[in-house]
């Protein structure tokens, strides 16, 4: 049995390179489409989120813009809060707020008379005395506890300074009406709202 040698003869080494010139033509075509769509989605994604990271970017300006704004503020917001009682019971503050401002400005208060609750947007008559009732009114909203004050005749000055400082107080209260007598010797009874919440 002889054997038979195989021989490359160079048609056929031309062949054979010819092919895995070919293969690795069609490899490399195929590596080369794959690494480009990765790259595209690659870029894709980075892309988004840089457009995410200008958009967060933009909210946090406007978040801290804002944050500055409201410190700029602060003391009008506590001064907001301020304007209306959120006491549980604003019938008994209210006494206790007008007591106090009379004390300052040494007024003795005789007698005091709960009157209705209102809301603050009726617009009540200026000079209007509330009818005496209950002394426990119910209040709640946006609306006014009334109290009718009755008090000894203060001095002229006295009773300017009471005004103004009732005015100016803070929850906010307000004076219905004044009716003083042609001599000014004496004071009819005050009514005085305190805005509730």
Same mark, same amino acid.
């Given at each position: 049995?002889? =054997? =038979? =040698?195989?021989?490359?003869?160079?048609? /056929?080494?031309? @062949? %054979?390179?010819? *092919?895995?010139?070919?293969?690795?033509?069609? $490899?490399?075509?195929?590596? &080369? @489409?794959?690494? %480009?769509?990765?790259?595209?989605?690659?870029? #894709?994604?980075?892309?988004?989120? =840089?457009?995410?990271?200008?958009?967060?970017?933009?909210?946090?300006?406007?978040? %801290?813009?804002?944050?500055?704004?409201?410190?700029?503020?602060? +003391? #009008?917001?506590?001064?907001? !809060?301020?304007?209306?009682?959120?006491?549980?019971?604003?019938?008994?503050?209210?006494? +206790?707020?007008?007591?106090?401002?009379?004390?300052?400005?040494? *007024?003795?208060?005789?007698?005091?008379?709960?009157?209705?609750?209102?809301?603050?947007?009726?617009?009540?008559?200026? $000079?209007? @005395?509330?009818?005496?009732?209950?002394?426990?009114? #119910?209040?709640?909203? !946006?609306?006014?506890?009334?109290?009718?004050? /009755?008090? @000894?005749?203060?001095?002229?000055?006295?009773?300017?300074? &009471?005004?103004?400082?009732?005015?100016?107080?803070?929850?906010?209260?307000? *004076?219905?009406?004044? +009716? #003083?007598?042609?001599?000014?010797?004496?004071?009819?009874?005050?009514?005085?709202?305190?805005?509730?919440?």
């Amino acid at each position: 049995m002889s =054997k =038979k =040698k195989r021989t490359l003869n160079a048609s /056929t080494l031309r @062949t %054979v390179f010819l *092919i895995l010139l070919l293969v690795a033509a069609v $490899g490399g075509a195929g590596l &080369f @489409t794959y690494a %480009v769509d990765r790259l595209k989605e690659y870029a #894709v994604d980075v892309s988004h989120k =840089k457009a995410d990271a200008t958009a967060s970017n933009g909210n946090i300006q406007a978040l %801290v813009k804002t944050q500055k704004e409201l410190e700029a503020n602060k +003391d #009008v917001l506590e001064k907001v !809060g301020l304007l209306k009682s959120t006491s549980q019971f604003p019938e008994f503050q209210v006494v +206790d707020e007008i007591k106090e401002i009379a004390a300052r400005n040494s *007024i003795q208060v005789t007698s005091f008379n709960y009157g209705a609750s209102t809301d603050a947007s009726s617009g009540a008559t200026p $000079g209007a @005395t509330a009818t005496p009732t209950t002394p426990a009114p #119910v209040a709640s909203g !946006g609306k006014t506890i009334a109290l009718s004050v /009755t008090f @000894t005749s203060p001095s002229y000055l006295q009773f300017l300074q &009471f005004t103004y400082d009732i005015e100016q107080h803070l929850p906010k209260m307000k *004076i219905q009406g004044i +009716d #003083v007598s042609s001599s000014g010797a004496s004071i009819a009874p005050l009514t005085i709202e305190m805005y509730i919440q």
